[in-house]
C-alpha cells in the first residue's frame, strides 16, 4: 500500500501506520510488538473502525497465505490495544455522563448507572477474570422503565420501539463481543465491543431525548443529509456493475456558506438530498462539500436527473427566491470512476455537464503528463534541455535574418521531444522554472560571440518566480552587451491577466537594456488600452491572423489596423506563420519582420552564410 491509501484518515500518524502495515503482515513479527502497536493505536487516538478499514484495503493487496498471517496478527494487535482501552474505558464513560447534564438528565441517572455497573462489571470479568454479570437481567427492567416514561416523546411507540430495540441489541452485542473474546479473537471482539459502547452511549442519549447515530454505521453515512457517503461508494463499487455514476457540484455552493452562513448551506444540502431521494436512482450518496453522486442505469438517465435536477432545486435565502444550478459529469461505474468524474469537474472550469468520453480524453491527458513529468526529471538531471533557434526575417533596409528566437525542445532516451509533446506537463512541474533558467544560460552562450539578436519566451511562472529573476540578472551583470540584444517575449493573455506584474517586471528589466515582445498578438482579447500602457519593442501577430491572410479580406483588414496602432505607439511588428512564399510577398514591407518555416524552421544550429535569408 502507499502512502495516499490512508490519507482519507487525516490522523497525522502516517509513519507509524506505515510500519504498522509492514508489521502486521509479515509472519516474523513478534506478538510482543504486534501488542505494543495495540497499545500506540489507542494512544495516538486512531479510531479502531477506521484502522479496520485500513486493514481490510490491506487484505486486497495479499496472497492466501499473507491474508491468514494478517488475520492471526489482527487478534494480537487488538489484545494489546485493549489492554490500553478497557481500564479506564468506564471511568471515562462516567466522566462523559455525570459532567454534561445537556446529555442525560439527573432524573434519570439511576438506570444509566444501574447500566454503568453492569458495564463495568463486564469489563472486570475481561480484565481481571471476575464473575461474569448476568447480561439478560438488565432487560426486563429497562423495558418496565420505558413503559412508565410519558409524554408527547415516549408517547411514540416508533420511539419506544427505537429504545427496546437497541436495548436488545446492546446486549446482544455484550454476549456475542464474550464468545469472541474467549475464542480469543480479540479483533472481532473490539468491531463487537465498539458497536456495543456505541449502542450504550445511543442509549444515553435517547434517554436525554437526543439521537446520535450509531459511531459504527456512521462511518457510512453523511450526517447532515443521511445519505450514504464516499466510503460507502467505495464499498458498492466491489459489487454493484453496469452502472453509471453522475457526480454533481452545486453551482456558487461556496458563496451561499460565506454570504449566509453553514446553516443555509446545509439547508440546501437537505433539500438536494431530498429531490434525488424521489429519483428513480439506484442509490445516493453525498461525498463532502457540495458534491453528491448518483448511480444510475443508463448515460440517458445520468443527463435526465441532471437535467430535471436544474429546474427543480430553488429556496429563499433573506427573502430572495434562489434558482439553484449544478454542474457535474458522469461515466461508467467501476474502479476511479468517481475519482475520473472529480477531476473532470476540477478542470471543467464549471460547464454543465461532461461525458465519458470527455471524462476518457482529460484522463488520459493527465496520465500522459504524470508520465512526461518523470521524464522531464531526468532530462533536468541528464541536462539534454536543447536549445533550437528559428530565424526571424528583418524586412526594409535589413531583407535577411536580423534575430532568432529561442525554443526549447528535450531529448529523452535519444529522441527529440517538441512542446506539444511536453510543455503542460513541464508547466504544471515543481521544476519548471530550472528548464527556463538553463535556456536562458544556453541562449547567452550562444549569443555572447555572435551579434546577432535573439528572443526568449518567458511565463507568468517564470516572472513570478525570485529565482529566475536573480539568475537573468547574473547573466546580465556576466554578459551586459549580450543582454542588449536580448528580448523577452510575454504572451498577451499572459500580460492582459497578470498586468501589472508584467508591466513591473518590463520596466525593471528595460533599465538593462532588454527589449520586450508581445507575442500571439491577436489570440486573445487584444485590450488596445492596456497593450498601450505596457512599454513594449515589439509585437508578434498570431498565426490565427497571418496564415491566410494574402486572400481573407477581413483578416487583411485585421492587420491593417493593427499595423496602425503599433506605427503609432513606435512599436515594431513580427508576423508569425510566414510559411509560404506568397504570405512572405504580401507581408513584405508591410511588417517590420517575418518568421515561419518559409524562412526556416528551428534547429539546434543557426542559419549557416550559404542560406539566402542570411
Given at each position: 500500500?502507499?502512502?495516499?491509501d490512508?490519507?482519507?484518515?487525516?490522523?497525522?500518524?502516517?509513519?507509524?501506520?506505515e510500519?504498522l502495515?509492514?508489521?502486521?503482515?509479515q509472519?516474523?513479527?513478534?506478538?510482543?510488538?504486534?501488542?505494543?502497536?495495540g497499545?500506540?493505536?489507542?494512544?495516538?487516538?486512531?479510531?479502531?473502525?477506521?484502522?479496520?478499514?485500513?486493514?481490510?484495503?490491506?487484505?486486497?493487496?495479499?496472497?492466501?497465505?499473507?491474508?491468514?498471517?494478517?488475520?492471526?496478527?489482527?487478534?494480537?494487535?487488538?489484545?494489546?490495544?485493549?489492554?490500553k482501552?478497557?481500564?479506564?474505558?468506564?471511568?471515562?464513560l462516567?466522566?462523559?455522563?455525570?459532567?454534561?447534564p445537556?446529555?442525560?438528565?439527573r432524573?434519570?441517572?439511576?438506570?444509566?448507572?444501574?447500566m454503568?455497573?453492569?458495564?463495568?462489571?463486564?469489563?472486570?470479568?475481561?480484565?481481571h477474570?471476575?464473575?461474569?454479570?448476568?447480561?439478560?437481567?438488565k432487560?426486563?427492567p429497562?423495558?418496565?422503565?420505558?413503559?412508565?416514561?410519558?409524554?408527547?416523546y415516549?408517547?411514540?411507540e416508533?420511539?419506544?420501539?427505537n429504545?427496546?430495540?437497541t436495548?436488545?441489541?446492546?446486549y446482544?452485542?455484550?454476549?456475542?463481543?464474550?464468545e469472541?473474546y474467549?475464542?480469543?479473537?480479540y479483533?472481532y471482539?473490539v468491531?463487537i465491543?465498539i458497536?456495543?459502547?456505541?449502542?450504550?452511549?445511543?442509549m444515553?442519549?435517547?434517554?436525554?431525548?437526543?439521537?446520535?447515530?450509531?459511531?459504527?454505521?456512521?462511518?457510512y453515512v453523511?450526517p447532515?443529509?443521511?445519505?450514504?457517503?464516499?466510503?460507502?461508494?467505495?464499498?458498492?463499487?466491489?459489487?454493484l456493475?453496469?452502472?453509471?455514476?453522475?457526480i454533481?457540484?452545486?453551482k456558487?455552493?461556496s458563496?451561499?456558506?460565506?454570504?449566509?452562513?453553514?446553516e443555509?448551506?446545509?439547508?440546501?444540502?437537505?433539500k438536494?438530498?431530498?429531490?434525488?431521494?424521489?429519483?428513480?436512482?439506484?442509490?445516493?450518496?453525498r461525498?463532502?462539500?457540495?458534491?453528491f453522486?448518483?448511480?444510475?442505469h443508463?448515460?440517458?438517465?445520468?443527463?435526465?436527473?441532471f437535467k430535471?435536477?436544474?429546474r427543480?432545486?430553488?429556496?429563499?435565502?433573506?427573502?430572495?427566491?434562489y434558482?439553484i444550478?449544478?454542474?457535474g459529469a458522469?461515466?461508467?461505474?467501476k474502479k476511479?470512476?468517481?475519482?475520473?468524474?472529480e477531476?473532470?469537474?476540477?478542470?471543467?472550469?464549471?460547464?454543465?455537464?461532461?461525458n465519458?468520453?470527455?471524462?476518457?480524453?482529460?484522463?488520459?491527458?493527465?496520465?500522459?503528463?504524470?508520465?512526461?513529468?518523470?521524464?522531464?526529471?531526468?532530462?533536468?538531471?541528464?541536462?539534454?534541455?536543447?536549445?533550437?533557434?528559428?530565424?526571424?526575417?528583418?524586412c526594409?533596409?535589413?531583407?535577411?535574418?536580423?534575430?532568432?528566437?529561442?525554443l526549447?525542445?528535450?531529448?529523452?532516451?535519444?529522441?527529440?521531444?517538441?512542446?506539444k509533446?511536453?510543455?503542460?506537463?513541464?508547466?504544471g512541474?515543481p521544476?519548471?522554472?530550472?528548464?527556463?533558467?538553463t535556456?536562458?544560460?544556453?541562449?547567452?552562450?550562444?549569443?555572447?560571440?555572435?551579434?546577432?539578436?535573439?528572443?526568449?519566451?518567458?511565463?507568468?511562472?517564470?516572472?513570478?518566480?525570485?529565482?529566475?529573476?536573480l539568475?537573468?540578472?547574473t547573466?546580465?551583470?556576466?554578459?551586459?552587451?549580450?543582454?542588449?540584444?536580448?528580448?523577452i517575449?510575454?504572451l498577451e493573455?499572459e500580460?492582459l491577466?497578470?498586468?501589472e506584474?508584467i508591466n513591473?517586471?518590463?520596466?525593471?528589466?528595460?533599465?538593462?537594456?532588454?527589449?520586450f515582445?508581445?507575442?500571439?498578438?491577436?489570440?486573445?482579447?487584444?485590450?488596445?488600452?492596456q497593450?498601450?500602457?505596457l512599454?513594449?519593442?515589439f509585437?508578434?501577430?498570431?498565426a490565427?491572423?497571418?496564415?491566410d491572410?494574402?486572400?481573407d479580406?477581413?483578416?487583411?483588414?485585421l492587420?491593417?489596423?493593427?499595423?496602425?496602432?503599433?506605427?503609432s505607439?513606435?512599436?515594431?511588428?513580427?508576423?508569425?506563420?510566414?510559411?509560404n512564399k506568397?504570405?512572405?510577398e504580401?507581408?513584405?514591407g508591410?511588417?517590420?519582420?517575418?518568421?515561419?518555416?518559409?524562412?526556416?524552421?528551428?534547429?539546434?544550429?543557426?542559419?549557416?552564410?550559404?542560406?539566402?535569408?542570411?
Amino acid at each position: 500500500m502507499k502512502r495516499k491509501d490512508f490519507e482519507w484518515m487525516d490522523m497525522g500518524h502516517e509513519d507509524f501506520l506505515e510500519e504498522l502495515l509492514a508489521a502486521i503482515s509479515q509472519s516474523t513479527t513478534q506478538d510482543v510488538l504486534l501488542e505494543e502497536m495495540g497499545a500506540e493505536v489507542y494512544n495516538n487516538a486512531i479510531t479502531f473502525s477506521q484502522l479496520a478499514i485500513l486493514l481490510d484495503k490491506l487484505s486486497y493487496e495479499l496472497t492466501l497465505d499473507e491474508k491468514r498471517t494478517l488475520q492471526k496478527n489482527e487478534h494480537i494487535l487488538a489484545k494489546g490495544y485493549l489492554k490500553k482501552r478497557l481500564p479506564q474505558e468506564v471511568k471515562l464513560l462516567k466522566l462523559g455522563i455525570h459532567n454534561n447534564p445537556n446529555l442525560i438528565t439527573r432524573k434519570d441517572l439511576g438506570i444509566i448507572d444501574d447500566m454503568l455497573i453492569w458495564l463495568e462489571e463486564l469489563l472486570s470479568h475481561i480484565l481481571h477474570q471476575t464473575t461474569l454479570p448476568d447480561i439478560t437481567q438488565k432487560i426486563e427492567p429497562f423495558i418496565e422503565y420505558i413503559n412508565q416514561k410519558a409524554g408527547i416523546y415516549f408517547d411514540d411507540e416508533d420511539v419506544k420501539n427505537n429504545f427496546l430495540t437497541t436495548n436488545k441489541e446492546l446486549y446482544h452485542s455484550a454476549s456475542l463481543a464474550l464468545e469472541f473474546y474467549n475464542r480469543e479473537e480479540y479483533f472481532y471482539f473490539v468491531l463487537i465491543y465498539i458497536e456495543m459502547i456505541a449502542l450504550f452511549l445511543k442509549m444515553v442519549t435517547l434517554l436525554g431525548s437526543m439521537f446520535v447515530e450509531d459511531i459504527l454505521l456512521s462511518i457510512y453515512v453523511d450526517p447532515t443529509t443521511l445519505l450514504p457517503n464516499r466510503f460507502q461508494l467505495l464499498k458498492d463499487v466491489k459489487t454493484l456493475n453496469n452502472l453509471v455514476i453522475l457526480i454533481i457540484n452545486i453551482k456558487g455552493f461556496s458563496k451561499i456558506n460565506l454570504l449566509h452562513g453553514y446553516e443555509t448551506g446545509d439547508l440546501l444540502l437537505k433539500k438536494v438530498a431530498a429531490f434525488l431521494k424521489l429519483q428513480e436512482s439506484v442509490k445516493n450518496y453525498r461525498i463532502y462539500g457540495d458534491e453528491f453522486a448518483i448511480l444510475t442505469h443508463s448515460e440517458a438517465e445520468a443527463e435526465a436527473i441532471f437535467k430535471q435536477l436544474n429546474r427543480a432545486i430553488s429556496m429563499k435565502i433573506a427573502d430572495v427566491d434562489y434558482h439553484i444550478y449544478f454542474y457535474g459529469a458522469y461515466d461508467s461505474f467501476k474502479k476511479l470512476s468517481l475519482e475520473a468524474c472529480e477531476l473532470a469537474l476540477v478542470n471543467s472550469h464549471k460547464k454543465d455537464l461532461i461525458n465519458t468520453d470527455e471524462i476518457q480524453t482529460l484522463v488520459e491527458k493527465y496520465r500522459h503528463e504524470l508520465t512526461m513529468v518523470q521524464k522531464l526529471k531526468e532530462v533536468m538531471i541528464s541536462d539534454t534541455i536543447i536549445p533550437y533557434y528559428q530565424p526571424i526575417y528583418g524586412c526594409g533596409n535589413f531583407n535577411r535574418v536580423i534575430k532568432y528566437e529561442v525554443l526549447m525542445r528535450v531529448e529523452y532516451k535519444k529522441q527529440i521531444l517538441e512542446p506539444k509533446d511536453f510543455l503542460s506537463a513541464l508547466l504544471g512541474a515543481p521544476f519548471y522554472t530550472e528548464f527556463t533558467k538553463t535556456i536562458l544560460y544556453k541562449s547567452f552562450e550562444t549569443f555572447k560571440d555572435n551579434e546577432c539578436n535573439f528572443s526568449i519566451n518567458l511565463t507568468t511562472t517564470d516572472i513570478k518566480d525570485k529565482g529566475v529573476k536573480l539568475f537573468l540578472e547574473t547573466l546580465i551583470a556576466k554578459y551586459p552587451e549580450t543582454s542588449k540584444r536580448l528580448t523577452i517575449e510575454i504572451l498577451e493573455t499572459e500580460a492582459l491577466s497578470e498586468f501589472e506584474l508584467i508591466n513591473n517586471f518590463i520596466n525593471y528589466f528595460k533599465k538593462c537594456g532588454i527589449k520586450f515582445a508581445l507575442d500571439d498578438f491577436g489570440s486573445g482579447y487584444s485590450n488596445f488600452a492596456q497593450i498601450a500602457k505596457l512599454n513594449i519593442d515589439f509585437i508578434k501577430i498570431d498565426a490565427s491572423i497571418i496564415k491566410d491572410i494574402a486572400h481573407d479580406t477581413k483578416m487583411q483588414k485585421l492587420l491593417e489596423a493593427i499595423l496602425s496602432f503599433a506605427k503609432s505607439m513606435e512599436i515594431e511588428t513580427i508576423a508569425e506563420y510566414v510559411h509560404n512564399k506568397e504570405t512572405f510577398e504580401y507581408l513584405d514591407g508591410k511588417v517590420s519582420m517575418m518568421q515561419g518555416y518559409y524562412i526556416g524552421k528551428p534547429q539546434p544550429i543557426l542559419l549557416s552564410k550559404n542560406n539566402p535569408f542570411v
